[in-house]
């Protein structure tokens, strides 16, 4: 089990209500933010996850956290039948949509409210499942990748995105300078949410990653496991076949 960090602390919500609440609140600043405190890197990682999912020639694709759709949007490059984009953010969503609509794909791309652990989708219908900055908010990591094992086709690919500690000096000093202090004092600014930037931080503090994420992974049953991290640590792509 891994441990649950919650935005708002303890109270009568679960994680699900307040990460849900937390994105409403941000998505009016969630692009420019994740441009701006990225230093525009969060491109070239998008990249890397496509070019990943190209491998696996898909069709159908499912994007869990979706958000504001910016994964959904870039593996439109693969040319794929149809991009299913999914989050529990009504907010994320509505901007998201605003966007696809600006880009003239309303034909490839759908984006829907939903539950990542309990998928409204039949078994065995995707070719290939991403989620980007999206496992560390699950309430139940491994109900999550279950649900995600069960929509995918037998040998299609999952494909993950995630934030992780640096470890070599000095980047995992000025990482945590970072992430622990300036994050949240910009996000603070910009949001008006004061606890949206600095429960960021502390979710990537609990998430299990590397080797403790590949071992989850396998524990839901996926095959073929790889985790490469990309710019010194500071992320992971992560991938693994049904």
């Not at 935005?7 to 600043?29: C, D, L, S, T, W």
């Not at 622990?180 to 603070?188: A, D, E, M, S, T």
């Not at 949001?191 to 992974?217: K, M």
Request: charged share 25%; glycine share 8%.
């Amino acid at each position: 089990m891994t441990k649950t960090v919650l935005p708002y602390g303890p109270g009568r919500q679960g994680k699900k209500e307040q990460v849900e609440q937390m994105f409403n609140n941000i998505a009016h600043r969630y692009d420019f933010l994740n441009h701006f405190l990225s230093l525009g890197i969060d491109k070239i990682w998008r990249r890397r996850l496509v070019k990943r999912v190209a491998e696996a020639h898909p069709k159908e694709i499912l994007d869990v956290a979706t958000g504001t759709g910016d994964v959904a949007i870039a593996l439109c490059a693969l040319k794929p039948s149809r991009v299913t984009g999914i989050d529990i953010s009504a907010g994320m969503l509505e901007k998201g949509r605003a966007k696809v609509q600006r880009r003239g794909l309303e034909k490839m791309i759908r984006l829907q409210q939903a539950d990542s652990e309990h998928l409204p989708f039949s078994d065995r219908q995707f070719d290939a499942v991403t989620v980007a900055y999206g496992v560390r908010n699950f309430e139940h990591l491994e109900l999550g990748l279950q649900e995600i094992f069960r929509v995918l086709k037998p040998g299609g690919l999952l494909v993950v995105l995630e934030f992780s500690k640096p470890a070599r000096f000095p980047l995992a000093q000025l990482f945590r300078v970072y992430f622990r202090y300036i994050l949240p004092w910009v996000g603070k600014l910009f949001t008006h949410d004061p606890r949206a930037y600095t429960y960021l931080p502390e979710s990537v503090q609990a998430f299990p990653e590397g080797p403790a994420f590949e071992a989850i992974l396998r524990q839901q049953g996926f095959q073929e496991t790889t985790c490469k991290p990309l710019s010194s640590g500071i992320t992971t792509l992560y991938s693994a076949r049904r």
